[in-house]
């Protein structure tokens, strides 16, 4: 069975399994759910990251609240897919500036001279910030000879590439709506993983026990995360075993997607007009909220997921349609004909421990619905090289001069965005995903990048030369709107 990797996912994944677990089993009632921090942390126990065990199993019972698709207590609903819980960022350092050893005690005393707050004073020891007096302006830092005054940004502040991450009067972070681009970042950073997203985990579940049609369609990305030996027909079965109806790879979307982008592509360079693309949502997020004057140089095709909901529409009239993927982000974007719900890799871990279903021991099941660049799509600079290979296909007089950015991460989408706004950009294509690496590395995956990018490149290795247009075409998605 798949191991969880990393620390402080372990709570979260637990606290999801055993929601799932009860919710398969309809047994999830009220008195079900007070007893899950007691059976997460038993009497007794020694406190594993908090104070005590009493803080632990507060932080227990906020994240059941979100694996039940509700905000942790005194929490506003928001737009973002992700949140802070209260009860676990309150361990984080609270004092932003700290005097460290390197202090020298100096006579120039220039770290008190240039706080304007009064909250420093010299002691025998060295230098002391007074928390109650300082307002982390910063200047103390600056002005001392010895580079002796510590900058303590918290993590989660220190990933934002928007700047949404505030820290309250109350010394807690907090999520800036109207900044937030739902990218994830501040959630991986998180030591305490005191950021987290609400899941959907419950209603999938309920369309699946009461005998619905629930369709998934599943991410490029997915394919390697379950390791090298879980191909994507392997993975689709164990899917449709959880209770899905069927199982599809959105790698066929992301095909459509690349013919359709092509075409439009086209049409901007012959009008000497710039575009960006339009697949990942926290890039359109960031466009939205921080530029919102560049929406019109967006691409009007839709996200690969998109595609693949609105392709499985027409052939399952009345199905939930379900997205599987890394991306949290997902969980905010709003397409006429997308998925009903989006779950990550970390949720559908969480349903396949609880169903006890292990995507390795799926007997292989030879299954490639999409080219090797609709795969790519999952990857930094996949996109670009799909919709190349889509211009080849045309059968054009003449293949067109394409400049393109290739934007890896948050920031490298940021500055190109500020130079399209600016008026300076001069090339004529941006392909932007929030996530360093692209897709692939989202905050909802699970392995650690060096064994998850091994097993993705020897599971692509296998995968057969078929065309993009030609793949599209064949699995009928010219007879799909692509289109918002």
């Given at each position: 069975?798949?191991?969880?990797?990393?620390?402080?996912?372990?709570?979260?994944?637990?606290?999801?399994?055993?929601?799932?677990?009860?919710?398969?089993?309809?047994?999830?009632?009220?008195?079900?759910?007070s007893e899950i921090p007691f059976e997460q942390i038993k009497p007794g126990a020694a406190p594993a990251y908090r104070c005590c065990i009493y803080k632990e199993r507060e932080i227990i019972h906020q994240r059941v609240r979100l694996a039940m698709g509700k905000m942790p207590n005194g929490k506003k609903p928001t737009e973002a897919a992700v949140t802070v819980i209260p009860?676990?960022?309150?361990?984080?350092?609270?004092?932003?500036?700290?005097?460290?050893?390197?202090?020298?005690?100096?006579?120039?005393?220039?770290?008190?001279?240039?706080?304007?707050?009064?909250?420093?004073?010299?002691?025998?020891?060295?230098?002391?910030?007074?928390?109650?007096?300082?307002?982390?302006?910063g200047r103390c830092a600056a002005a001392c000879p010895y580079s002796a005054i510590a900058d303590l940004v918290r993590p989660c502040r220190k990933a934002c590439p928007v700047g949404a991450i505030e820290i309250g009067e109350n010394k807690l972070a907090d999520i800036d709506d109207s900044k937030c681009i739902s990218c994830g970042a501040c959630m991986q950073a998180c030591p305490?993983?005191?950021?987290?997203?609400?899941?959907?985990?419950?209603?999938?579940i309920a369309d699946i026990r009461l005998g619905r049609e629930v369709v998934a369609v599943v991410a490029p990305a997915l394919e390697g995360q379950f390791g090298a030996n879980v191909s994507m027909g392997k993975l689709l079965k164990a899917i449709e075993q959880l209770g899905f109806t069927k199982a599809y790879e959105v790698g066929m979307g992301a095909d459509a997607v690349a013919m359709s982008e092509a075409e439009e592509l086209l049409e901007h360079l012959r009008a000497g007009i710039k575009?960006?693309?339009?697949?990942?949502?926290?890039?359109?997020?960031?466009?939205?909220?921080?530029?919102?004057?560049?929406?019109?140089?967006v691409s009007t095709t839709i996200s690969p997921m998109a595609a693949q909901a609105r392709w499985v529409r027409e052939r399952y009239t009345?199905?939930?349609?379900?997205?599987?993927?890394?991306?949290?982000?997902?969980?905010?974007?709003?397409?006429e004909g997308g998925p009903d719900y989006v779950l990550t890799t970390e949720e559908l871990m969480a349903l396949f421990d609880a169903r006890g279903i292990d995507p390795e021991q799926m007997e292989e099941e030879p299954r490639q619905e999409a080219s090797v660049y609709g795969k790519g799509f999952a990857s930094s600079g996949g996109v670009t090289a799909a919709v190349m290979a889509a211009f080849e296909e045309m059968g054009l007089d003449e293949m067109p001069r394409v400049s393109a950015q290739r934007c890896s991460g948050a920031a490298e989408c940021k500055k190109a965005l500020m130079m399209l706004n600016a008026g300076k950009f001069d090339m004529d294509f941006i392909e932007g995903m929030a996530c360093e690496g692209g897709c692939m590395y989202g905050p909802g995956n699970l392995l650690s990048e060096r064994l998850y990018t091994a097993a993705r490149k020897k599971l692509l290795a296998t995968a057969d030369k078929r065309g993009v247009i030609e793949n599209a075409v064949e699995q009928g998605f010219d007879k799909v709107h692509m289109h918002r």
């Open positions: 069975m798949f191991k969880i990797e990393t620390d402080t996912r372990v709570p979260k994944h637990n606290v999801l399994k055993r929601v799932a677990d009860l919710a398969f089993q309809g047994k999830l009632t009220e008195e079900a759910i009860a676990a960022c309150e361990g984080c350092p609270i004092q932003r500036y700290t005097v460290t050893e390197n202090c020298q005690k100096c006579l120039a005393k220039k770290c008190m001279q240039a706080c304007p707050f009064g909250a420093i004073s010299m002691s025998g020891r060295g230098a002391y910030i007074d928390p109650n007096k300082c307002r982390e302006c305490f993983g005191a950021i987290s997203d609400k899941a959907q985990i419950l209603p999938i575009m960006t693309t339009s697949c990942c949502p926290a890039f359109v997020n960031m466009i939205r909220k921080h530029f919102p004057r560049l929406q019109t140089y009345d199905a939930k349609i379900v997205f599987i993927g890394p991306c949290v982000a997902k969980k905010t974007e709003q397409t």
